[in-house]
């Protein structure tokens, strides 16, 4: 991967490409931002930037320097089997084990083989058992000279602050649904349509809205729609409240909240889309089309202010689950407002 090729980020790819272009690039740096959105990719990219036997500089002020993609040290970097790159990730039971640091760090005792600086990337880096932190601590506190660590997470908090503190941090964002569209096309072989109705979900994270399978998706879609039909009438508080209990699931089935938050997601496509209806607008302009049908049943009873109050409830619910609040609260508090 290249630093040109990563969606989003643009502010941090750029800050990366300009250290390497002066030779300032910190020995040690933390990736941190909410998962699936890329960091892991930007930490591939810039060993690879940093190790390319023929680096672009083609005068661009966002990129200066960037990997070229095609010499020998680029196309062993992107099989996975450049020597000077080495990649630590989460075992099958999710956690870095001692030993794997320990033998990576054996072999940071020589210099770079065939590239210009060795670098060691930790995925998942909240995952390193604490003896294994503590393993990695005096690296990161003196480098191997010509070695560089970076370490990915999504919850930096986890990690010893020893280790938080030896590290440059850089915050990474959530994509623009349109980014995580187009990666979906890109790297994931969905289509247009599918990679359409998959990112807005997404909350702004590839992985997440690869994590959206077809059936999640049809179960979470009738529940947004279910939640809909049931509220649309004057129905009474009691009525409402139950269907906020069948929003959140029973007892075995909770949903978390960012299974609840896609569903609201749902919810809120589907009430632009009544708002649409109740404008005239095509069918072909929905987002969710193949619900013509439900949506026009409903499209009478949120005429008027009522749709886009309606929007207006669902976004301070997806706000309020983003700052922590228990999904029944949220979920009941939506119902009633609905
Ligand atoms: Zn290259």
New binding site residues.
Partial sequence: MRLSGVAGHKRLTALISRAIDRDTLPPTLLFAGPSGVGKWLVAQATAQAVN????VRNGREDLPID?????R??DRMARGVHVDVIAIEPDERGSIKIDVVRDVLSRTGFRPFEGKRRAVLVREADTLEPAAQNALLKSLEEPPPGTMFILTTAVPGVLLPTVRSRCMRLRFGRLTAAEVAAVLVRDHGLTDAEARVAAPLADGSVGQALALSDTDLTAMRDSAMLLLQRTSGRSDVQARLQAATDLVGQKSQERDRGQLAVVLRLAASMLRDIEAINAGADARVLANPQLTGDLSALARAFAGDRARSAFGAVDRALTALDRNAGTKVVAEWLAVQL
């Fill in positions: 390319c036997l023929e680096p990997a070229c993609g095609t010499c040290a680029c």
